[in-house]
């Protein structure tokens, strides 16, 4: 059993320590809705940062795509480089790019720094912030995949969009004034049984 510490011991009150706050910039890209992409390059990019960071780091990194921390942001052929605010008072560098076999490596100037194996929040960050960019913007898709043409590359990595009829939307849409809720409810315990109270 360890010896109990005294309250000079600055490790007394590790419960009580409090992480820096991150310094507020302008001009960051703020990515609302962090990770929620549907073009195949953009989710590789998330699955591969995901699969190669501890479990802590993609709440942080998702934290740091949504209030604008990730600045200067630039895709160039297959690669991606911006600045990164968090706590302290210089950005750190980080890139992300595409390797030959079809992965990805990233590089970050901060003490944790990224190995093959473990991404920085920093580098999360990057990749949710790109993943979001080649997903919206046909120009960045371009840029990542290495495309001279823009529409071209947005073609090949887009979705498959889904065509809805305008006259079904519409039917879908209005309010129903002919459903009970009883009748409802009914129905659907006939499909779902309720659990027993």
């Known amino acids: 059993m360890?010896?109990?510490?005294?309250?000079r011991d600055p490790w007394a009150r590790w419960d009580r320590w409090e992480p820096k706050p991150r310094i507020a910039v302008t001009g960051g890209v703020e990515v609302a809705r962090p990770g929620k992409v549907s073009n195949v390059d953009a989710v590789a990019i998330i699955a591969f940062a995901l699969s190669h960071s501890s479990s802590a780091i993609p709440g942080r990194a998702r934290t740091y795509a949504r209030h604008g921390q990730v600045v200067n942001v630039s895709i160039d052929d297959e690669s991606a480089q911006a600045e990164i605010q968090g706590s302290d008072p210089r950005p750190y560098q980080v890139a992300l790019r595409r390797t030959a076999s079809k992965s990805f490596a990233a590089d970050c100037t901060?003490?944790?720094?990224?190995?093959?194996?473990?991404?920085?929040?920093?580098?999360?960050?990057?990749?949710?912030?790109v993943a979001e960019l080649v997903d919206s913007d046909p120009a960045s898709a371009a840029r990542w995949t290495g495309s001279?043409?823009?529409?071209?590359a947005a073609a090949a990595a887009a979705a498959v969009p889904v065509?809805?009829?305008?006259?079904?939307?519409?039917?879908?849409?209005?309010?129903?004034?002919d459903l009970v809720q009883h009748d409802v409810l009914t129905r659907a315990a006939e499909v779902v049984p309720l659990p027993p109270a």
Not at 2 to 7: A, H, V
Not at 166 to 175: K, T
Request: hydrophobic letters at 40%; proline letters at 13%; charged letters at 15%.
């Open 110 to 129: 901060c003490p944790y720094g990224c190995t093959p194996g473990s991404w920085c929040k920093h580098a999360v960050a990057l990749a949710y912030v």
């Open 2 to 7: 360890s010896p109990r510490r005294s309250g």
């Open 148 to 152: 001279a043409d823009p529409a071209a």
């Open 163 to 177: 065509a809805v009829d305008p006259e079904l939307l519409a039917r879908l849409a209005a309010p129903r004034s």
